[in-house]
């Protein structure tokens, strides 16, 4: 991932763009005041203070002050008319309107809406016209706020307040450079002066609403949401005025599903975000291992070069921006989080100076650290103030009863599968392929399956595994109909043989699915075919089902748009773990009573179901079974 102190100078940078665009800037001048320059540009004092609040203090020296568009091009003295009474007038021969107008020195209009039946009917001769008499009365157009204050409620978000104002989402930005990523309530931000029954209304119950991106027309949002822009714009009637703009929000019907609503960015399974009863402010305190020590600020490659090679420093960037933006998806359901983050430098003694110097009975959940050692001390260290730590990247050295195991266990992966499989129908045939060092696993599935024909590596002339079969050796091995094989090793070579081997085996009558208890790296390097195992339909038990990069998931867009890349599956585990340790937090008293094991919740890659093991803590017992189609990942229904 991008080192973070690049992202967030490319992120200073659109916002310098932005505010080019939509404001002036103004440079100060000796003996210039607050109050001269705003009727310089035609302003209040209060415009020009909310977007520079250190000029509150005073101006310095060549002060370059961000002014905004005002609303009014000249708000000079103005001659207005006054009715004060009426002449009488009988029409002459010859007289027309515009010659009686000139007489009298007033407009044909004001004399037709005194004379309203001349709207009807032709002037003639006879005519008896009321004549207005207005005296000149000087008036001063007084200059309103172009800008006010607003404070953050619950379960705003950016994309809620830019709605509310009419304005788009990196407007919005623009106006609050220093606005927070994740809105807290009570945090002032600066909007839009605009009349009351001009703020919109957030109607998610009846509608959903959509972010328009980059360069998207209105027939690119007829492909993807079905509908016409003459739709659109009486939904949203300024769209008319303003026409479509990056960053602005629509409103649409309540069953457009590639919408700016929650549970299409954000849940599958929305059971936890329709049980929230317990809205107070959460704790959460989160140890990853940044070693922000070792990093020279001062030097931006060495930065870079840091990044490039320290996955440790990657991995919690990475998944700590995953789990700010389930802060900010948890802000949208009501859920604010008071957040605290702790670099443990990945070392023992660290760990334990964070322990001394902190109070961390006032935490709701303590997500981390990575490293097994790390974790072990802290909730060792917790577990007698029953403090809830969660483990979001290993497996616990000791499951604690404060700990909450957030990988399935091994045992629990191979037991799914094989379940999966004894499901199966219709099977002609079932084959086991393992190494001598997987042999014992080879014996476990016979015990599960009678019936399967068991084959092993070849040796070579040292008698040891030559990791290799012959076609010879599957000789009246599969029958006609669906085969399953389960190939248990971890040699990169072994892998690369026997799918080579079952590609050419498998014919339109002959079918066969291959499958393992245990999907080492064996069958992730380079020498595993994907469109081998596409075309053998691998099936495997996982922990998660990848995200698919190309979707319109919402997750994804929003991710893309706010760091440039796309989430590899740390930044998409730290806002799994995060969002479902929030909404299980918000649903009951504290995070054990909202851990048993009926409640079942499934997120962008992973699910959580967490069983207490007698004497300990909680396991996630929720398994995928996932299987390679069409050279993708997907879940196995």
Same mark, same amino acid.
């Given at each position: 991932?991008?080192?973070?102190?690049i992202?967030?100078?490319?992120?200073?940078?659109?916002?310098?763009?932005?505010? $080019?665009?939509?404001?002036?800037?103004?440079?100060?001048?000796?003996?210039?005041?607050?109050?001269?320059?705003?009727?310089?540009?035609?302003?209040?004092?209060?415009? +020009?203070?909310?977007?520079?609040?250190?000029?509150?203090?005073?101006?310095?020296?060549?002060?370059?002050?961000?002014?905004?568009?005002?609303?009014?091009?000249?708000?000079?003295?103005?001659?207005?008319?006054?009715?004060?009474?009426?002449?009488?007038?009988?029409?002459?021969?010859?007289?027309?309107?515009?010659?009686?107008?000139?007489?009298?020195?007033?407009?044909?209009?004001?004399?037709?809406?005194?004379?309203?039946?001349?709207?009807?009917?032709?002037?003639?001769?006879?005519?008896?016209?009321?004549?207005?008499?207005?005296?000149?009365?000087?008036?001063?157009?007084?200059?309103?706020?172009?800008?006010?204050?607003?404070?953050?409620? !619950?379960?705003?978000?950016?994309?809620?307040?830019?709605?509310?104002?009419?304005?788009?989402?990196?407007?919005?930005?623009?106006?609050n450079?220093?606005?927070?990523?994740?809105?807290? !309530?009570?945090?002032?931000?600066?909007?839009?002066?605009?009349?009351?029954?001009?703020?919109?209304?957030?109607?998610?119950?009846?509608?959903?609403?959509?972010? +328009?991106?980059?360069?998207?027309?209105?027939?690119r949002?007829?492909?993807?949401?079905?509908?016409?822009?003459?739709?659109?714009?009486?939904?949203?009637?300024?769209?008319?005025?303003?026409?479509?703009?990056?960053?602005?929000?629509?409103?649409?019907?309540?069953?457009?599903?590639?919408?700016?609503?929650?549970?299409?960015?954000?849940?599958? /399974?929305?059971?936890?975000?329709?049980?929230?009863?317990?809205?107070?402010?959460?704790?959460?305190?989160?140890?990853? !291992?940044?070693?922000?020590?070792?990093?020279?600020?001062?030097?931006?490659?060495?930065?870079?070069?840091?990044?490039?090679?320290?996955k440790?420093?990657?991995?919690?960037?990475?998944?700590?921006?995953?789990?700010?933006?389930?802060?900010?998806?948890?802000?949208?359901?009501?859920?604010?989080?008071?957040?605290?983050?702790?670099? /443990?430098?990945?070392?023992?003694?660290?760990?334990?100076?964070?322990?001394?110097?902190?109070?961390?009975?006032?935490?709701?959940?303590?997500?981390?650290?990575?490293?097994?050692?790390?974790?072990?001390?802290?909730?060792?260290?917790?577990?007698?103030?029953? +403090?809830?730590?969660?483990?979001?990247?290993?497996?616990?050295?000791?499951?604690?009863?404060?700990?909450?195991?957030?990988?399935?266990?091994?045992?629990?992966?191979?037991?799914?599968?094989?379940? =999966?499989?004894?499901?199966e129908?219709?099977?002609?045939?079932?084959?086991?392929?393992?190494?001598?060092?997987?042999?014992?696993?080879?014996?476990?599935?016979?015990?599960?399956?009678?019936?399967?024909?068991?084959?092993?590596?070849?040796?070579?002339?040292d008698?040891?595994?030559?990791? =290799?079969?012959?076609?010879?050796?599957?000789?009246?091995?599969?029958?006609?109909?669906?085969?399953?094989?389960?190939l248990? /090793?971890?040699?990169?070579?072994?892998?690369?043989?026997?799918?080579?081997?079952?590609?050419?085996?498998?014919?339109?009558?002959t079918?066969?699915?291959?499958?393992?208890?245990?999907?080492?790296?064996?069958?992730?390097?380079?020498?595993?075919?994907s469109?081998?195992?596409?075309?053998?339909?691998?099936?495997?038990?996982?922990?998660?089902?990848?995200?698919?990069? $190309?979707?319109?998931?919402?997750?994804?867009?929003?991710?893309?748009?706010t =760091?440039g890349?796309?989430?590899?599956?740390?930044?998409?585990?730290?806002?799994?773990?995060?969002?479902?340790?929030?909404?299980?937090?918000?649903?009951?008293?504290?995070?054990?009573? $909202?851990?048993?094991?009926?409640?079942? /919740? $499934?997120?962008?890659?992973?699910?959580?179901?967490?069983?207490?093991?007698?004497?300990g803590?909680?396991?996630?017992?929720?398994?995928?079974?996932?299987?390679y189609?069409?050279?993708?990942?997907?879940?196995a229904?």
């Amino acid at each position: 991932m991008k080192n973070f102190l690049i992202i967030l100078s490319f992120a200073l940078a659109f916002c310098n763009m932005a505010l $080019a665009q939509e404001f002036k800037t103004h440079k100060v001048q000796k003996g210039e005041t607050v109050e001269s320059i705003a009727k310089q540009y035609f302003v209040t004092p209060f415009d +020009v203070l909310a977007l520079n609040p250190d000029a509150k203090s005073g101006f310095t020296n060549d002060m370059v002050l961000i002014i905004p568009n005002s609303k009014v091009k000249n708000p000079s003295d103005l001659n207005d008319k006054q009715l004060i009474g009426f002449d009488s007038h009988k029409v002459k021969r010859k007289e027309t309107l515009y010659s009686i107008s000139k007489k009298y020195a007033i407009s044909i209009d004001d004399i037709k809406k005194q004379n309203t039946f001349l709207y009807s009917q032709n002037l003639k001769r006879g005519d008896n016209l009321k004549i207005p008499k207005f005296k000149t009365v000087k008036t001063h157009e007084t200059l309103k706020n172009s800008l006010q204050k607003y404070v953050v409620q !619950p379960k705003d978000g950016k994309w809620g307040i830019a709605y509310k104002y009419g304005i788009t989402i990196p407007d919005l930005e623009s106006l609050n450079p220093n606005m927070n990523e994740v809105l807290q !309530p009570g945090e002032e931000l600066i909007v839009p002066n605009i009349a009351d029954n001009e703020v919109k209304v957030i109607e998610d119950e009846q509608y959903n609403y959509y972010e +328009v991106l980059p360069a998207e027309g209105f027939y690119r949002l007829e492909k993807k949401l079905g509908l016409k822009q003459t739709e659109l714009e009486v939904l949203n009637p300024n769209l008319k005025e303003l026409g479509l703009q990056p960053g602005m929000i629509l409103k649409v019907p309540n069953n457009i599903e590639n919408s700016f609503d929650l549970g299409e960015m954000v849940i599958k /399974t929305t059971n936890l975000s329709k049980k929230i009863n317990n809205l107070s402010k959460k704790s959460i305190a989160v140890m990853l !291992p940044f070693r922000l020590h070792r990093v020279d600020l001062d030097s931006v490659a060495e930065a870079k070069d840091l990044m490039r090679n320290d996955k440790l420093l990657s991995m919690s960037l990475d998944f700590h921006s995953g789990l700010l933006m389930a802060l900010d998806s948890a802000k949208q359901l009501g859920i604010s989080t008071h957040l605290k983050v702790f670099d /443990t430098r990945s070392q023992i003694s660290e760990v334990t100076k964070i322990l001394q110097e902190n109070d961390f009975s006032v935490y709701d959940a303590i997500i981390g650290p990575i490293t097994p050692s790390n974790f072990e001390r802290v909730a060792n260290t917790l577990r007698s103030q029953k +403090v809830p730590v969660v483990a979001p990247l290993t497996q616990p050295t000791k499951l604690y009863d404060n700990v909450f195991q957030t990988l399935p266990d091994k045992d629990r992966m191979k037991q799914s599968l094989i379940n =999966y499989m004894k499901e199966e129908e219709n099977v002609e045939r079932i084959v086991i392929i393992s190494d001598s060092k997987n042999r014992a696993l080879s014996d476990e599935l016979k015990s599960n399956f009678p019936t399967a024909r068991q084959l092993y590596s070849r040796k070579n002339k040292d008698g040891k595994d030559g990791n =290799y079969l012959h076609l010879a050796d599957f000789n009246d091995i599969f029958k006609p109909g669906k085969n399953i094989v389960f190939l248990e /090793t971890d040699s990169d070579a072994f892998v690369a043989n026997i799918l080579s081997l079952l590609n050419g085996l498998q014919t339109e009558g002959t079918q066969i699915k291959l499958a393992t208890t245990n999907v080492t790296k064996a069958f992730e390097g380079e020498s595993a075919s994907s469109l081998h195992l596409s075309n053998l339909n691998f099936h495997y038990a996982s922990f998660n089902v990848p995200i698919n990069e $190309a979707s319109s998931n919402g997750f994804v867009k929003k991710y893309k748009e706010t =760091y440039g890349v796309v989430p590899n599956k740390y930044a998409v585990r730290g806002f799994d773990i995060t969002l479902d340790v929030l909404l299980r937090l918000a649903s009951s008293d504290n995070l054990y009573e $909202a851990s048993n094991e009926v409640i079942e /919740t $499934a997120y962008l890659e992973n699910k959580f179901k967490y069983n207490k093991k007698l004497f300990g803590g909680y396991y996630n017992d929720a398994v995928y079974i996932v299987k390679y189609d069409n050279l993708n990942i997907v879940e196995a229904k």
